[in-house]
C-alpha cells in the first residue's frame, strides 16, 4: 500500500467533511479511506515537520497499524481517521525525541574523535576475510581478533570443538594463501 500525498488525490478534504461536502467515513473501505484521509494527513505532518518525506512515512506507518486493526477500526461508532492521525502525529513527535536527544548526547560528548585510516596490513586482512566461507571467517574472528578459546567458540557457534579445529585450519590455510596474493597484487 502507498499513501497519496498529492492533495489532488479523489478531491478531498479530510477531517471533516469531503469535497462534496460529504462526511469522510470508512464505509467504503481501507483503500478509500487511505485515498481520501492521506492527503490532508501528510499535508499537516509535513507542514510540522518540514520533511515531506518524514511526512508521508509517518502517515504510510499509521496506515499501515490501522489495516491490521481495520475492524476494530471501522467498528460501529468508531473514528477511524481519528486514531490514525493519533498514530501518525505520535510517530512525528517520536521523531523530535529522537532527534533532540541526539542533539544533547552531541553536545554532551563534543565531536567525534578523528579516527586514524586504517594500516594497508589491516586493509588486507579485512578483504582477504571477506573472501573465506563465512564458517571460516566467523572461527578466525573469534579467535584471534575475539580472543576466544575453541572451547568457547564451540559454545557460541554450537558445534563441537573438533569443527572449529578444522575451521580454523582451513581459515588459516586460505587466509595465506589469500594474503599471498593480495601481496603480489601490490
Known amino acids: 500500500m502507498v499513501v497519496r500525498c498529492n492533495?489532488?488525490?479523489?478531491?478531498?478534504?479530510v477531517g471533516g467533511v469531503g469535497a462534496t461536502g460529504a462526511p469522510v467515513t470508512a464505509e467504503g473501505g481501507f483503500d478509500e479511506f487511505v485515498a481520501a484521509a492521506?492527503?490532508?494527513?501528510?499535508?499537516?505532518?509535513?507542514l510540522a515537520l518540514g520533511d515531506p518525506s518524514r511526512a508521508q512515512d509517518c502517515a504510510q506507518e499509521a496506515f499501515v497499524r490501522a489495516w491490521q486493526r481495520w475492524a476494530r477500526l471501522t467498528a460501529e461508532g468508531s473514528d477511524p481517521y481519528a486514531w490514525v492521525r493519533t498514530v501518525a502525529w505520535r510517530l512525528a513527535v517520536s521523531d523530535w525525541r529522537k532527534a533532540a536527544a541526539h542533539l544533547r548526547a552531541l553536545v554532551r560528548h563534543g565531536p567525534a574523535?578523528?579516527?586514524?585510516?586504517?594500516?594497508?596490513?589491516?586493509?588486507?586482512?579485512?578483504?582477504?576475510?571477506?573472501?573465506l566461507p563465512v564458517d571460516q571467517r566467523v572461527a578466525l574472528v573469534l579467535h584471534y581478533f575475539a580472543d576466544l578459546p575453541v572451547r568457547e567458540i564451540a559454545d557460541v557457534l554450537r558445534v563441537p570443538e573438533g569443527t572449529v579445529k578444522a575451521r580454523l585450519s582451513r581459515g588459516r590455510k586460505a587466509l595465506a594463501g589469500l594474503l599471498s596474493e593480495l601481496e603480489e597484487a601490490r
Open 7 to 13: 492533495l489532488a488525490v479523489a478531491g478531498v478534504r
Open 38 to 46: 492521506s492527503p490532508r494527513l501528510v499535508q499537516h505532518l509535513s
Open 113 to 131: 574523535l578523528d579516527v586514524a585510516e586504517p594500516l594497508p596490513d589491516g586493509v588486507a586482512i579485512r578483504d582477504a576475510l571477506a573472501r
